[in-house]
Nanobody
């Protein structure tokens, strides 16, 4: 079992930045592909970014490309999401997820965190 705990959410003005962290424990983090997803009120959960187990490949939703950066630190068993130039439409609960099969932009991840709220005011 892999446990994931997100942190770093909060309230920020449009144009501002936040860095989300997802700390993991319980299994070998370095073998897992990691993803970030978000869910706004009344909407489906959507893909934001993903990174392969070795950090060699990253993927982004078109809506965040050029503004968000996903990274990982295997020594700290943590994946990050740096979010710059935030917009009100980025407001959502952000979740990190893990799987050890294939990096994907779909919801097909085995483990999920509890989420952290990001609110961007206009």
């Amino acid at each position: 079992q892999l446990q994931l705990v997100e942190s770093g959410g909060g309230l920020v003005q449009a144009g501002g930045s936040l860095r989300l962290s997802c700390a993991t424990s319980g299994r070998t983090f370095s073998s897992y592909n990691m993803g970030w997803f978000r869910q706004a009120p009344g909407k489906d959960r959507e893909f934001v970014a993903a990174i392969s187990w070795n950090g060699g490949s990253t993927y982004y939703a078109d809506s965040v490309k050029g503004r968000f950066t996903i990274s990982r630190d295997d020594a700290l068993n943590t994946v990050y999401l740096q979010m710059n130039s935030l917009k009100p439409e980025d407001t959502a609960v952000y979740y990190c997820a893990a799987n050890n099969e294939v990096v994907t932009t779909t919801l097909e991840y085995d483990y999920w965190g509890q989420g952290t709220q990001v609110t961007v005011s206009s």
